[in-house]
């Protein structure tokens, strides 16, 4: 499959979105290496109608005009992944749910490890809001882009 991409700057650095002929199918941050998400070549396609269009919903959304996404994603996964990535889609805008939590919305209530495998492998960050998944104790885990990043995220959400 063919993939293209476009670099955008944002308050949280630069981002490489990446798009199939299905969707939006990841969004990289600055340090990330691509094998992690199996994407392999790459043509950078900036006037690609998904990836000028989530650049200009990101930037709403980082302007505080956008609080909800309305982007195809081409999620790329096993079922379960997807299952648990879909679920991310559900949790509004400036909450917060725990692995536990997820794992109870996908009928799996004691899957919470899997789901933190599955969430620690979303290609869709910020759109698929894994920033909004904490600790049970409400303590900040890994991110993609950093806990930094996460706690940037989950402030900015939540002013």
């Not at 199918?25 to 998904?50: F, G, N, P």
């Not at 789901?115 to 904490?134: F, L, Q």
Request: hydrophobic share 40%.
């Amino acid at each position: 499959m063919n993939f293209v991409y476009k670099t955008i700057k944002t308050p949280l650095g630069q981002l490489k979105l990446v798009a199939s002929h299905l969707g939006l199918r990841a969004i990289l941050w600055e340090h990330e290496d691509e094998r992690r998400l199996k994407i392999s070549v790459c043509t950078k396609d900036a006037k690609h109608s998904v990836l000028v269009e989530t650049e200009r919903q990101l930037n709403d959304y980082f302007s505080g005009r956008l609080k909800q996404f309305f982007i195809t994603l081409d999620f790329h996964g096993t079922e379960f992944q997807k299952e648990v990535w879909k679920a991310l889609l559900s949790i509004p805008f400036g909450e917060k749910r725990s692995y536990g939590q997820i794992a109870r919305l996908i009928g799996r209530p004691k899957a919470s490890r899997a789901v933190g495998t599955a969430i620690g492998k979303n290609p869709i960050s910020i759109i698929a809001p894994c920033h909004r998944v904490i600790g049970q104790d409400g303590s900040l885990t890994g991110f993609a882009g950093g806990l930094e990043a996460k706690a940037f995220l989950l402030n900015w959400e939540s002013r």
